[in-house]
C-alpha cells in the first residue's frame, strides 16, 4: 500500500499528551501495587514524562492533576518541564478526594460544600493562568449510591450552577473539557454519565465548553466512534482520554483491548481532519499500570496510538466513498479492513528515523538504562499515587 | 400509608396509550407464533383496545401504525374508534420494511429512497391531520451493519434534512416524537442510538420536536430514570414507548422484568408534575405478545404502569427531601423504598370501583367471553401482524 | 393473602450471617470515606454483629477474613462472640493484597507465591479448626490484565492443584465454597470468573467443595436464579454472598437494586426446600458501605433478605404449578407477581414480635444509643479497613 | 517475520466448514430482505457451498439443516456434494419453529411435545446415518419469557432426559455438540444460556458429547477465549459457530466486529494443538448475510478465518512462553501483539498459490460470473430461507 508523504509528515507531527498521575502508583480498591522508581513529586513525574517525549517525539505535553502535583511555583514547573524538553498540558481538577465530597462536589445538598468544591475548580483556573494551560479538564466523581438518595433534576440545576461560573472565570483562549462517565465510583446515578449530559451543557456554557470522551467510560456495547462521528460534526469535542477496557473503567493501555475500535475512532477523527492540533482536539493518555512496569507502557500506549492513526490514514478515502455511495456494503468494509490489515510499523519506524530518533522506542527505553537510574535515584521519600 | 384524595383522582385520570400492533401476530426473527382471535384489520384491533379502554378505564387512545393500519378513510376509521369509545392517537411511520430501505431511509446514501422515505413522513402527517392526532412518532432502523459501510457525519446530514422538512410540515397542534434506539435491526452503527443524539435533533428542530424513550432500548446499565429527569428539567422529553426486558429490545410487558426500575421512572415524572395529561408527555406501550395471550397481556401491562404510578404517588415528598437535604442516604432510601414496598392494589381496586368499571380487568375480561367471541368470529382472511 | 404458620417458622428460624468487613471502612479505588465508631479490631467487628443479630434476630454468626481478623487466641474471640450472642462463621481467605500477588497467587506462574498463597490457605483451615467453622470461603483474584500475559490453561493447571491440596486438609465437617467473578481486580481474565468454571472443579474435587454465587459477580444480563436453579438441581450450591448492583460488583445492599431480582433468587431456593439451616446453603452479606451508614445499613440488608424470602413463601406452589403444566404463561406469572406484590412488613413485624424483639429493628437500632455509645468510644487507634 | 514452513502447511489443511443456511435468505424480526439468486433448494446451497470451497480451498464441507435441508433421497445429495467437490457435514437440527414448540421442545411442559421434539432429533440421526455425518448440533430456543412461566428445575430434568435419548441413539462414531445461548428467542430465561449448563449436561452424558461456541452468545464482556481454554483443558470443545457481534447475537461476518477477539480465540486453539481436524473440534460458519451479498460474505469470513489463523500460528511460542514464566506482563504481551500486527495477507496469497488457487478468492469471485449465472438462472420458485 503506498503511503502519501502527507501521511509521513501527518504521523511526525501527531501529538499526544500524558498524564502525570499514570507515572505514579495506581491499582483498585483491593490493592495498591507500588513499583520501583516511581515519582514522588511532580518534578519526578515531569521528568518521565520527558522521557517518553524523547523516546517517541509525540508526546511533548504532560496534563497535570491538582492538588495531586500541587507546587508552590507553577512558573518554575514550568520552566523545569521546559529544559526537559516537554510543555504543561490540561489541568486535571479533583474534587473527589476530600472527606466532604462523600455525597457529591458541585452537585452536593450542601451549599458549603458546593462553593468549596467551585473554588477548587476556580484555582484550578488560576493554576491555567500561571501554567499558560489551555484546558481545564473537569470531570465529577458526583453521583449516588442508592435510589432515593437526592433529586436527580436538582443535582443537575447545581451542576449547571458550577459550571457557569467556572466558565465565566475562563480567559480567552482557555476551554472547560467536561468528560462523562457511566458508574465508578457512584453507583446508581452519576451526575454527568453520558455524551449526552455533557454535550447538553456544553451547548448551554458556550463555545468554550466542550465534550471529553474517554474511551472507558461507556456502557457496554456503545459505539464510541458514533459518538467522536457526532461531536466533530457539533464542533463539540473537545478532547480524548485514551485508555482502553474490556469490563468498566479497566483503564489498560489504549489499544490493548480492542485495537480496531481505536483503529474506528481515529479513523474518524483522520476523515474529519480533526487531527491536526490547529483543529483544537486535545489527545491525551488516561491510564492505571496497575501491574506493569509504567514508563514502557505509556510508550507502548503512545505507539498504540500512532499504529491506529497510521492504519486511518491508509484508508482510501475516494475508494471508500464510491463504495460507500454505491451501497456496497462489503466492498466499503474491504477498503476499511485493508487499512486496518496493513502492518504500519515498518512506516512508523520510517517516520520516527526521519524524525531522529529511534525507530524502537521500547527498546531504546530499555537500552537507555533509565529505568535503573530512577530505581536507583528515587529512594525514600513517599512515592506519588492517587492520594498524592 | 395514608393515600391522599388527590392521588386517586390522578389515578382515575391516568391516561396510558396501546399500540394497535400488539393486538396483531409478533414474534422474533426465528419464528412468530399465530394466535387465534386476532384481528385482520385496523377495525378489529381498535375494537380489541375499546375492550382493553372498558375495562381499565385509563387507555382510551389507540396508536395506529402506518402502513400497517391504513385506511381509504380515516374519518370513518375515526369514528369507528368513538362509537367503541376509544380515540386515535400517535401516527407510527414505519421507513423499514420496504426492500428500498435495505441500507436506510432518511439516511441511505441514495438520494431517491431517501425523498421515497420522506414521502412517507410526510403522508403519516396527512395522516395526522385526517384523524387528528397529535404526535408523529419516528423510529428509525436506519443504521450500517458493518465498519465502513456508511459516513457516519453523511448520516448525520441526511437525518437533519429530513427531519427539518418533516418538522416544517407540521401543523401548529402536531408534534415529532424522535425515538431511540440502540441497536437492531442495524449491528454496527444506528443513526438514532440514544437520547443525546435524539435530544441534538430535537433542539436543533425546535419546541414542537421531543424525545421518545422506550424503556427497552438502551445500553445494559442504562439508568433510565436519570434521562427521564433530565428530559423532563430540559423540557424535552415527549413520550414514552412502555415495554420491559432482561436482555436486549425483548418487548416483554412493561414492569414485568424489572417493576422497581418502572417505579423509579414513574417517580420522576410524578415528582416532577408530569404525569398529567396538559404536560403533553404520551405514555405509551409498545410491546411484542409473542407467546402470552394478548388482550390480556395489554391490560396486565396496562395495570402494572397504574401500579407503579401509584406507588410513586405515595412517596411521602417532604419526608424524602428532608432526608435528601440532610444527607441521610439511608433515611432518603427508606423514604423511597416504603412506598415501593406498599401493596397497592387494594387502592387501585378501589379507585376502579369509584371509576364503575370491575376492581379486577383481568378477572373482568377472562368473565367477559371477549375472547371466546373473537376467536370464532375472526376466522378466514388473514391475521394482523408487523408485515400487515 | 393467607399466611401458613410454617411460614412464619421458617422466617423466625432464618439464618443471615454477617461479615466481619462489612462493620470497617471500605470505598472505591478513589476514595475511602472513613465513618465515626468504625472497629478498630475484629473484637469490636463481632460486637457490631452481635448488635444486628440482637435487633434481627436472624443473623448469629459473623465471617471472618484473615488477616483482617487474625487474633492470637480464636478460642477467647470465639468465646467473646458467644458472650455476645453471636457464633464464628465461614472463614474467607485473602491471598490478593500482598505484594507477592501482583501476577496471581495460586495461579502464579512462579512456584514460590503458589506455595506461599496455599500455605495461608492451609492457615486458615487452622483457624477453621480453632474456630469450629465448617466453610472456608475462597476468592481468588487471580487473573491477567492483558492478551498473552500468561498462559490460560496453565493457570487453570495450577488452580486445580492448589484446590485439592488445599481439599485434601479439610475436615470431615468441613466445607470449601469456590466463588466466581467476572472481572476486577484483574481486568483480562480472571482464573474463576463463572459458576461453569467453579462448579466443574468443585465437581473434580468431591462433595465438600460447592459453589459460592456472589450476586454482584456476573456479567450484564446473567440471569443469577437460573444458575441458582441448576445448582440446587445438582446439588452443588453451598452459599451466596450477598448484596446488588446496577453496574459491576458495586457491593450495595441486598435487595437495594433490583428487589425482584433477590425475590426471585429467594423463591428458587424456597421452591427447593433449600432455606432450612438443614440444606446446608449459607446465606451470607457480602457489602460495602462506602457512604451509608453501616450498621443500619446492615439491618436493612437483613431485613431485605427476609422480605424476598416471606414474599417466596407466600408463592402459592399449587396454583402455580397447574398453570405451568396448562401453558398459562401469564396465570403462572400472575401467581408469582401476586405475591411479589404483598407487603410482607406487617407479617415481618409479627414474626418479629413473636420472637421477642422490636417489631422495627432499624428504629430500634436508632432508639438503642448504641451508634452514639461507638463513635464516643472507638476514639483513637486505627480503624478497621479492607487494609487491615 | 519468519514463517514457519509447518505452518503454510497447516493453513493450507485448515477445515472450515459452511452453512446451507448462511446462502439462504435472512433478516431480522423487522424484515427479511431478498437477494437476487438465493438457492431455492438444498441442491443449490450445496452448489454455493462448492462454489466456496472451490474459491478458498479450505471449506470442504458444508453443514445442513433439518427440516430446512430434508430431501427424499439423502444418499443422492451426498453424491451430488461429492460431484461438486464438497461433502456434507454437521446436521442441525430445528425444534423452534413448529407452533408446538411455541413454550418450549424438549423442555415442554407437555409430555407429547417433548416426544414430537426429541423424534425429530432421533430423525436426524437417521439423516446422519443416511449422509455419513459425524456431528449433530444441537440447538435448544426453549425458555421461558416471564418469571413464574415454568419451572427452571424440571425443564433441566427435561432436557437431561431427552439428551440421553438421543445420545444413546448416537452410533459409535457420531457425536452431539451442545450449542449454549444466553437469549433470543427466549428473553427471561433459557435452558442452555451458558457454557457452564452445556458442559455440565455433556459430562453427564458421555465424550460422544461436547459443547459448541457459539462466539455470538455470550454476555457481554465475557472472555470467549477463557471459555475455549478452559473446555480445551477439560477435552470437552467439540465444535465453533463462528459469527460477529457488536450488540447480540448480531450474526455478522466473523472477524468483523473484533478481528483481535478472533485472533485471541484462534491462539488458544493453535497453542492446544487443536487445529487440526484430527483433535474433532469442527470449524463452522453460523452467520446471516442481511443486507450484504451473501457468497461473497461467506469467502470473506473464511478468509477472516484463515487470517486469524495465520496470526495465531505466527506467535512465537517459546518466546511467550519466557516472558510469561519471568512475570514480564509486557513482554509477553508484546510477542503476542507482534504477530496479531503482522499483515498475513501475502503470506495466505502465497498459501494459495501453492494449492493452486486464486491468491484473491473475493476477486475470483467477481470475476468468475458465478454471481451473474445464479441471478440469471434461479428465477422462479420460492427462494430458500430460515423458513424453508
Request: glycine share 6%; proline share 5%.
Amino acid at each position: 500500500m503506498a503511503v502519501p508523504t502527507a501521511a509521513r509528515a501527518t504521523l511526525a507531527q501527531q501529538r499526544i499528551e500524558t498524564p502525570s498521575w499514570a507515572y505514579a502508583n495506581s491499582g483498585t480498591r483491593f490493592k495498591v501495587f507500588a513499583q520501583p522508581g516511581v515519582p514522588r513529586d511532580p518534578w519526578e513525574k515531569i521528568a518521565d514524562a520527558a522521557t517518553v517525549h524523547r523516546l517517541t517525539g509525540v508526546a511533548p505535553t504532560v496534563a497535570l492533576h491538582i492538588p495531586w502535583d500541587r507546587v508552590e511555583d507553577y512558573a518554575k514547573l514550568s520552566a523545569y518541564a521546559a529544559e526537559q524538553g516537554v510543555e504543561l498540558g490540561a489541568i486535571n481538577s479533583n474534587v473527589f478526594q476530600d472527606p466532604d465530597y462523600k455525597l457529591g462536589s458541585v452537585t452536593n445538598p450542601d451549599a458549603r460544600i458546593r462553593r468549596k468544591a467551585i473554588d477548587h475548580l476556580l484555582e484550578c483556573v488560576d493554576v491555567m493562568d500561571a501554567t499558560g494551560s489551555r484546558d481545564l479538564k473537569l470531570w465529577f466523581s458526583d453521583g449516588t449510591n442508592y435510589p432515593g438518595q437526592d433529586n436527580i433534576r436538582a443535582r443537575q440545576d447545581r451542576l449547571a450552577e458550577a459550571l457557569r461560573e467556572v466558565y465565566d472565570r475562563l480567559g480567552d483562549d482557555q476551554r472547560m473539557l467536561l468528560e462523562y462517565k457511566l458508574f465508578e465510583p457512584a453507583f446508581y446515578t452519576t451526575d454527568v454519565p453520558d455524551w449526552g449530559t455533557s454535550y447538553a451543557h456544553c451547548v448551554e456554557l458556550g463555545e468554550k465548553a466542550t465534550v471529553c470522551i474517554d474511551t472507558g467510560h461507556h456502557a457496554p456495547g456503545t459505539n464510541i466512534e458514533f459518538i467522536v462521528a457526532f461531536l466533530l460534526r457539533a464542533n463539540k469535542l473537545g478532547a480524548f482520554d485514551f485508555n482502553s477496557r474490556f469490563y468498566a473503567d479497566d483503564d489498560l493501555m489504549v489499544g490493548a483491548a480492542d485495537p480496531f475500535q481505536l483503529f474506528r475512532i481515529m479513523y474518524e477523527i483522520v476523515s474529519a481532519g480533526a487531527l491536526a492540533p490547529e483543529a483544537g482536539i486535545a489527545f491525551m493518555l488516561d491510564q492505571c499500570h496497575n501491574i506493569e512496569a509504567k514508563i514502557p507502557a505509556i510508550i507502548r500506549s503512545v505507539l498504540n496510538v500512532q499504529e491506529a492513526t497510521a492504519k486511518a490514514l491508509l484508508v482510501d478515502a475516494d475508494a471508500l466513498a464510491a463504495a460507500q455511495r454505491s451501497g456496497d456494503v462489503l466492498g466499503a468494509n474491504a477498503v476499511l479492513m485493508d487499512a486496518y490489515a496493513t502492518d504500519v510499523r515498518p512506516l512508523l519506524r520510517e517516520v520516527r528515523a526521519d524524525m531522529g530518533i529511534d525507530p524502537d522506542p521500547i527498546a531504546a527505553y530499555h537500552a537507555s538504562g533509565y529505568q535503573k537510574r530512577i530505581e536507583a535515584d528515587r529512594v525514600g521519600g513517599t512515592q506519588a499515587g492517587w492520594g498524592a
